[in-house]
């Protein structure tokens, strides 16, 4: 099965909320990265709205839906609702996103940087995933390359997991990616084995893309943002998107 693209369009939104308005526009710019290739789009709207707000999710749901892909909502479970964030579950319930991620962030993280701690979290994650499942929503949940406890996502009743990827990017720019790569295929091996299919992303780029799939086998999806908007700054977006989607197709 081949790996898909999704299109993180965060910092489309830090880049118009800088300036306050409505540009650059980041429907227009999903649709450009839908018609460059993209197999779907992911989304991270934040209770403190730094980027991606709730008027975002709404558009791009409707975008995805009318074209029949894939999107991805990531966020806390445990986050409480607040002005212009009606909390992940109830902003899930109006979107129905394909992909609902959980990750274990605070308010107060400049991106995301950690799994969960399943032996902690587990029980209170069980209840939610199933609510979220109830939506529709496939689950996947964040975790740590490396995690001897991955197969616990299982027992939370999540479909997926998707492997940090921040530490494996930090040593290949280094030059020295062999353990962190062992690492996250070890770990996707353990997911696999308990049922879970495995998804990655953090810091993923083209320069570190393809040795990360030839080494972990079997990766569903990839959401990349940061690097790729950074990319197309350069190259354009629509030719950024296309050498993503000839990396995960040749992988």
């Known amino acids: 099965m081949s790996t898909a693209l999704s299109v993180n369009l965060n910092k489309i939104a830090v880049l118009r909320n800088s300036r306050g308005g409505s540009e650059p ?3 227009r710019a999903g649709i450009a990265c839908l018609d460059a290739g993209a197999h779907g789009l992911t989304v991270h709207p934040r209770p403190d709205a730094r980027h991606i ?3 975002d999710v709404h558009v791009l749901a409707a975008v ?7 999107l991805n909502i990531e ?10 964030y009606p909390g992940l579950l109830a902003l899930c319930g109006q979107a129905r996103p394909a992909q609902v991620t959980l990750v274990p962030d605070g308010d107060g993280q400049l991106t995301s940087d950690h799994g969960f701690d399943f032996r902690r979290d587990g029980a209170a994650l069980r209840p939610l995933v199933a609510a979220f499942r109830a939506l529709g929503c496939r689950v996947s949940v964040f975790v740590d390359a490396g995690d001897p406890e991955v197969a616990r996502a299982a027992d939370c009743g999540a479909d997926r997991v998707e492997l940090y ?7 290949f720019a280094a030059g020295d990616a062999a353990e962190t790569l062992a690492q996250a295929a070890a770990t996707a091996r353990r997911a696999q ?6 998804n990655a992303g953090h810091d993923l780029s083209q320069a570190n893309l393809g040795a990360f799939l030839a080494a972990v086998a079997d990766v569903r999806e990839v959401s990349i943002g940061h690097a790729l908007v950074g990319e197309a700054l350069y190259a354009g977006l629509d030719a950024t998107v296309r050498s993503y989607r000839r990396i995960v197709d040749a992988a």
Do not use: K
Not at 75 to 84: I, K, S, V, Y
């Open 165 to 171: 990827t921040g530490p494996f990017a930090e040593a």
């Open 64 to 70: 995805c839906h009318a074209r029949g892909v894939e």
């Open 53 to 55: 707000r709730e008027d």
């Open 193 to 198: 084995a308990a049922g879970l299919a495995v």
């Open 25 to 27: 526009d980041v429907a």
């Open 75 to 84: 966020g806390n479970p445990f986050a409480p609702a607040r002005a212009g």
